[in-house]
């Protein structure tokens, strides 16, 4: 029966019909495995309908039972890549990839899995490579052209954009140029190809919702409307729909309406700010505060954000350890820190040994951060750690300079270049301080992530990281020791 509905189109919902072709597939797959159970292509079906699914636990259990059988099948390879991509796993997503490439050098799928990675963390001249081999390995599969397209229009050269999507003629493609125009706020263009989108397929929800946020900056709220209505009947859970119905309420002051959408809108979605803050700000302005029930915007991390501040982190705590380790055997080694402040030779062949160690290990975190890649949204995050690690470094450098001198030399030229150095030395540490201060208030605002589980994951047990953290205050103690001791001395604060 599945069959026939396809054999005599029945249905003209390309979305339907795809979804049937997969449940012939997987009914066949069954069949298959039922004669034999290690039949690896029978299991490549079954993945296969499973990731069309979005079942992705499924496909990857299915796809790995495959690769076991015969692992040389390209397909299964870049099958699994897609759902490891889908379950925010980027790094084995890109180990499959590149695998199923090996086997076929003209897999355009795996090229644009690959891709599709580049393009998140944002290496664009990447991205577009990646897609331009896809599109040379499948030249008559218009899909890979328009991801070429959302390639550009993310880079935001809207001008490649436009020229890409133009090349094909398809609902999706004809839909990113709506996106493409209605980005440059050319509404107008946007409207065209948004409609003739729909003309193509007129079961996909998001050229109604679109078209709907273009009547609203048009003021045809009646026409808006309908449009709205129309992707939340495709769509039920479309929480951008809901959104604006809900602007299109209170630009015609029913409060109650609007909030009742933004509210609908939030539950759907529970990282949508704006949704928050219009019911919010609806609820205060008519005294309701007592009757406001929303939980605060959780910011979840995605699994591979989640990957990526687990590996951070694990960095953050190699750095952490190795200034420890640094300052206690300067404390060791220097008398409680009495020759820090003067020439001797004993306290500055030891401070130069700690330094020179502490910064061959800042130079490896350092290689090892600009390896990490980071996801879209920790760009500025990533940024900020290597700046302050870059400052450290340098800092490191000239501290090194400095003992250097003071071995062979004891004239005012050594005391001078040491206070200037301090004060690097301040600046680098302040960076280092603030990052981390950022990092963990940042971290303390996500629900799904403890401090305890990262520190876990990053390979600390939770008695490691006591014992850390009394071997910190004790030599906090240590070196108010030191302090005391100078001061008692005569020695100025400075």
Not at 341 to 366: C, F, H, Q, V, W
Not at 419 to 446: C, P, R, Y
């Given at each position: 029966?599945?069959?026939?509905?396809?054999?005599?189109?029945?249905?003209?919902?390309?979305?339907?019909?795809?979804?049937?072709?997969?449940?012939?597939?997987?009914?066949?797959?069954?069949q298959l495995l039922a004669k034999n159970s290690n039949n690896a292509n029978a299991f490549l079906m079954v993945a296969n309908a499973a990731l069309h699914n979005e079942q992705f636990k499924q496909a990857e259990k299915a796809f790995i039972k495959a690769l076991y059988l015969n692992k040389n099948i390209a397909s299964g390879h870049t099958g699994l890549g897609l759902t490891f991509l889908q379950q925010g796993k980027p790094f084995n997503a890109e180990d499959e990839f590149k695998e199923a490439l090996k086997l076929n050098s003209r897999d355009a799928e795996a090229y644009m899995g690959l891709a599709t990675l580049q393009k998140r963390r944002l290496d664009y001249p990447l991205a577009i490579s990646y897609a331009q081999k896809a599109i040379n390995s499948a030249p008559n599969e218009s899909k890979y052209r328009t991801e070429l397209g959302k390639i550009y229009l993310d880079k935001q050269d809207f001008s490649r954009a436009i020229t890409e999507l133009n090349k094909v003629n398809t609902a999706e493609s004809n839909y990113w140029l709506g996106v493409t125009y209605l980005t440059q706020s050319n509404d107008s263009e946007a409207k065209k190809y948004f409609l003739k989108s729909l003309g193509q397929n007129p079961y996909d929800a998001r050229p109604y919702k679109d078209l709907g946020k273009i009547f609203i900056n048009e003021g045809e709220l009646f026409e808006a409307r309908n449009y709205l209505e129309d992707a939340i009947g495709l769509d039920t859970n479309y929480a951008d729909a809901y959104f604006l119905l809900g602007v299109i309420d209170e630009m015609e002051g029913d409060k109650i309406l609007a909030a009742n959408n933004f509210i609908i809108s939030y539950t759907i979605d529970p990282t949508s700010v704006d949704a928050y803050k219009k019911a919010y700000k609806l609820f205060e302005a008519e005294g309701e505060m007592d009757k406001f029930f929303l939980p605060r915007p959780k910011f979840v991390p995605n699994e591979e954000e989640r990957e990526y501040i687990i590996k951070?982190?694990?960095?953050?705590?190699?750095?952490?350890?190795?200034?420890?380790?640094?300052?206690?055997?300067?404390?060791?080694?220097?008398?409680?820190?009495?020759?820090?402040?003067?020439?001797?030779?004993?306290?500055?062949?030891a401070l130069r040994s700690s330094t020179a160690n502490l910064l061959g290990k800042t130079k490896g975190i350092y290689t090892e951060s600009l390896n990490l890649i980071p996801p879209k949204r920790f760009v500025p995050v990533h940024q900020q750690w290597l700046d302050a690690l870059w400052w450290d470094t340098n800092s490191l450098y000239k501290q090194l300079y400095v003992y250097e001198l003071g071995i062979y030399s004891t004239n005012k030229k050594y005391q001078e270049i040491k206070e200037k150095v301090n004060n690097v030395v301040q600046t680098a540490e302040g960076k280092l301080m603030t990052f981390n201060n950022d990092l963990i208030s940042m971290l303390n605002k996500w629900d799904s992530i403890s401090l305890d589980e990262v520190l876990t994951a990053s390979g600390y047990d939770i008695k490691e990281i006591k014992t850390l953290q009394e071997k910190s205050n004790a030599v906090t103690e240590r070196t108010d020791e030191a302090f005391a001791i100078l001061s008692q001395k005569g020695y100025s604060d400075k």
């Amino acid at each position: 029966n599945y069959e026939k509905v396809v054999q005599y189109g029945l249905f003209d919902d390309p979305n339907f019909i795809a979804d049937i072709k997969f449940r012939i597939a997987s009914l066949k797959a069954e069949q298959l495995l039922a004669k034999n159970s290690n039949n690896a292509n029978a299991f490549l079906m079954v993945a296969n309908a499973a990731l069309h699914n979005e079942q992705f636990k499924q496909a990857e259990k299915a796809f790995i039972k495959a690769l076991y059988l015969n692992k040389n099948i390209a397909s299964g390879h870049t099958g699994l890549g897609l759902t490891f991509l889908q379950q925010g796993k980027p790094f084995n997503a890109e180990d499959e990839f590149k695998e199923a490439l090996k086997l076929n050098s003209r897999d355009a799928e795996a090229y644009m899995g690959l891709a599709t990675l580049q393009k998140r963390r944002l290496d664009y001249p990447l991205a577009i490579s990646y897609a331009q081999k896809a599109i040379n390995s499948a030249p008559n599969e218009s899909k890979y052209r328009t991801e070429l397209g959302k390639i550009y229009l993310d880079k935001q050269d809207f001008s490649r954009a436009i020229t890409e999507l133009n090349k094909v003629n398809t609902a999706e493609s004809n839909y990113w140029l709506g996106v493409t125009y209605l980005t440059q706020s050319n509404d107008s263009e946007a409207k065209k190809y948004f409609l003739k989108s729909l003309g193509q397929n007129p079961y996909d929800a998001r050229p109604y919702k679109d078209l709907g946020k273009i009547f609203i900056n048009e003021g045809e709220l009646f026409e808006a409307r309908n449009y709205l209505e129309d992707a939340i009947g495709l769509d039920t859970n479309y929480a951008d729909a809901y959104f604006l119905l809900g602007v299109i309420d209170e630009m015609e002051g029913d409060k109650i309406l609007a909030a009742n959408n933004f509210i609908i809108s939030y539950t759907i979605d529970p990282t949508s700010v704006d949704a928050y803050k219009k019911a919010y700000k609806l609820f205060e302005a008519e005294g309701e505060m007592d009757k406001f029930f929303l939980p605060r915007p959780k910011f979840v991390p995605n699994e591979e954000e989640r990957e990526y501040i687990i590996k951070l982190f694990y960095i953050i705590s190699l750095r952490n350890k190795a200034q420890i380790n640094y300052y206690d055997n300067i404390l060791t080694h220097c008398r409680y820190g009495l020759n820090m402040l003067s020439s001797d030779y004993e306290g500055l062949y030891a401070l130069r040994s700690s330094t020179a160690n502490l910064l061959g290990k800042t130079k490896g975190i350092y290689t090892e951060s600009l390896n990490l890649i980071p996801p879209k949204r920790f760009v500025p995050v990533h940024q900020q750690w290597l700046d302050a690690l870059w400052w450290d470094t340098n800092s490191l450098y000239k501290q090194l300079y400095v003992y250097e001198l003071g071995i062979y030399s004891t004239n005012k030229k050594y005391q001078e270049i040491k206070e200037k150095v301090n004060n690097v030395v301040q600046t680098a540490e302040g960076k280092l301080m603030t990052f981390n201060n950022d990092l963990i208030s940042m971290l303390n605002k996500w629900d799904s992530i403890s401090l305890d589980e990262v520190l876990t994951a990053s390979g600390y047990d939770i008695k490691e990281i006591k014992t850390l953290q009394e071997k910190s205050n004790a030599v906090t103690e240590r070196t108010d020791e030191a302090f005391a001791i100078l001061s008692q001395k005569g020695y100025s604060d400075k």
